[in-house]
């Protein structure tokens, strides 16, 4: 999707591993998000960024944290990889909040065994 | 937990037909938003409706927003094979800037 990446596109770990997943935007667009996605759940919203080091906990945070050092990048980490983890991740951009429609990238589907 | 939810779960009708997707939520909202989802890939904006806007038109798309039913509404008029696509409605909160909640979507089949 033009503007937004996500790296890398598939990765598979092992259970007690840490894991970083990265977006990267050029958009410039001050909100960055983290969903997760699973069947029978839809999206999940994880973390979520304001602005550079400002990021706030979502419904489904526990074992995630991110960080954001820059408005371009926005970092996932699974401190310690489970299989309840395996999904497919992505990430999301919005110049404000809910008035402005989202642009996602195209995922990452991580697999934890 | 899940703000919107759509019903049917699937829909699957011909090309040509139009298609409707519902979506009912929970609390109050300032905007509700639909996108679309192709199969392995990112969700994409179609469109966006204020809480004070009862029907919204994007080309052949259609919708409507009830908000006394807490209930949104998408039609796809006169369908085509590639339209076959998850629908998710997404909502705010009123109270604050809040992130979107997603549904967990319908799955529109449409054969040729």
């Known amino acids: 999707d033009a503007g937004i990446t996500q790296s890398p596109r598939h990765k598979v770990t092992e259970t007690g591993t840490p894991v970083t997943l990265r977006c990267h935007q050029t958009e410039n667009h001050r909100y960055m998000y983290w969903y997760r996605q699973d069947p029978g759940h839809g999206l999940r919203l994880i973390h979520y960024s304001y602005g550079v080091k400002d990021t706030d906990k979502g419904e489904v945070s526990d074992g995630y944290s991110v960080s954001r050092s820059k408005t371009e990048d926005f970092l996932l980490t699974l401190e310690s990889a489970t299989s309840s983890q395996t999904s497919v991740y992505f990430c999301?951009?919005?110049?404000?909040?809910?008035?402005?429609?989202?642009?996602f990238g195209s995922g990452t589907r991580l697999t934890v065994v | 937990s899940q703000q919107g939810e759509e019903d049917p779960q699937a829909l699957s009708i011909q090309e040509g037909e139009n298609a409707t997707m519902n979506c009912s939520y929970k609390?109050?909202?300032?905007?509700l938003q639909w996108y679309r989802q192709n199969s392995g890939r990112g969700l994409v904006h179609l469109i966006l409706i204020r809480s004070n806007e009862r029907e919204k038109h994007s080309g052949r798309l259609r919708v409507t927003l009830d908000t006394s039913k807490k209930s949104s509404s998408l039609l796809i008029t006169a369908s085509r094979a590639a339209d076959t696509a998850s629908y998710f409605c997404?909502?705010?909160?009123?109270?604050?800037?809040?992130?979107?909640?997603f549904g967990k979507g319908t799955r529109l089949s449409v054969i040729a």
């Open positions: 609390t109050s909202i300032n905007n």
């Open positions: 999301a951009i919005s110049e404000g909040t809910a008035i402005y429609g989202y642009t």
């Open positions: 997404a909502t705010d909160k009123k109270a604050g800037n809040t992130p979107l909640v």
